[in-house]
């Protein structure tokens, strides 16, 4: 989901000190940095501002291009319009997962050739669907699932979330032993 716990690891995945989240009283996600400033209120807007004040040197250079910029902002859209009610809905999810996979077909990341933030939202948002897949459920989804897996490699991406499996070998046990 798009709430204060894949802030708090964009945050750290940016190197920004967050400061204050929490919902206010309409529940939007709202970030205060201090009392001197305005608070943000709403996820992709909470992210761009993480972005604005990183000093990573990879984060900042793909966001010097502005085409590159707009197709991040099309994915912090796409998470929180698709990605995190697919987590509830089992169908949503499937078709997500679908509609993932397609795009994915012939690319390592979301955005260019390299991890952006935006791969870093998705794979946030998208973990708790990807953990309730069952193994062969999985491989129906074979360009989601290397995506996934590489970013979840990365410790500065997966920031002490649990590894998921997705060894075929596991698939291969899982598969044997429910159709014995």
Same mark, same amino acid.
């Given at each position: 989901?798009?709430?204060?716990?894949? %802030?708090?690891?964009?945050? !750290?995945?940016?190197? /920004?000190?967050?400061?204050?989240?929490?919902?206010? +009283?309409?529940?939007?996600?709202?970030?205060?940095?201090? #009392?001197?400033?305005?608070?943000?209120?709403?996820?992709?807007?909470?992210?761009?501002?993480?972005?604005?004040?990183?000093?990573?040197? #990879?984060?900042?250079?793909?966001?010097?291009?502005?085409?590159?910029?707009?197709?991040?902002?099309?994915?912090?859209?796409? *998470?929180?319009?698709?990605? *995190?009610? +697919?987590?509830?809905?089992? $169908? !949503?999810?499937?078709?997500?997962?679908?509609?993932?996979?397609?795009?994915?077909?012939?690319?390592?990341?979301? /955005?260019?050739?390299?991890?952006?933030?935006?791969?870093?939202?998705? =794979? $946030?948002?998208?973990?708790? %669907?990807? *953990?309730?897949?069952?193994?062969?459920?999985?491989?129906?989804?074979?360009?989601? +699932?290397?995506? =996934?897996?590489?970013?979840? $490699?990365? !410790?500065?991406?997966?920031?002490?979330? $649990?590894?998921?499996?997705?060894?075929?070998?596991?698939?291969?046990?899982?598969?044997?032993?429910?159709?014995?």
């Amino acid at each position: 989901m798009c709430s204060v716990d894949n %802030t708090n690891r964009i945050a !750290a995945f940016l190197d /920004v000190p967050l400061g204050k989240v929490g919902y206010n +009283s309409e529940k939007i996600l709202t970030r205060t940095k201090s #009392a001197q400033e305005p608070s943000i209120s709403g996820f992709s807007s909470i992210i761009q501002s993480l972005v604005r004040e990183t000093k990573k040197p #990879a984060v900042k250079q793909l966001h010097s291009d502005f085409e590159v910029e707009c197709q991040i902002l099309q994915w912090l859209d796409y *998470a929180v319009l698709f990605v *995190a009610p +697919s987590n509830k809905d089992k $169908h !949503a999810a499937k078709s997500l997962l679908e509609e993932l996979n397609y795009y994915l077909q012939s690319r390592s990341y979301l /955005v260019n050739d390299s991890l952006s933030v935006a791969d870093v939202v998705v =794979f $946030h948002t998208i973990h708790e %669907t990807m *953990a309730n897949l069952q193994p062969l459920e999985k491989e129906n989804f074979l360009n989601v +699932s290397r995506w =996934f897996h590489h970013l979840q $490699h990365l !410790a500065e991406v997966r920031q002490g979330k $649990h590894l998921l499996n997705f060894s075929t070998l596991q698939l291969l046990e899982w598969a044997t032993g429910t159709h014995t």
